[in-house]
């Protein structure tokens, strides 16, 4: 792994990019906005929790209260 390719690991957030997290932020899961955006959900996450925004993990559908007594 030569140094071109820490570079190009690192890609900086366009002003683009980051209007379009702020715009899917909160409403689909960080996995589905990074394969929109062709980042790593780890690089995705970090700058999403960077810039405050809000976070949707998967939802598991067995744990949405059904099962509250």
Known sequence: MGPGDMARWKQSWSDDDLNRLRALAGTKPITMIAKELG???????????????PVMHRIERTSQGSNLP
């Open 39 to 53: 980042r790593t959900t780890g690089t995705v996450l970090a700058k999403a929790i960077e810039q405050k925004l």
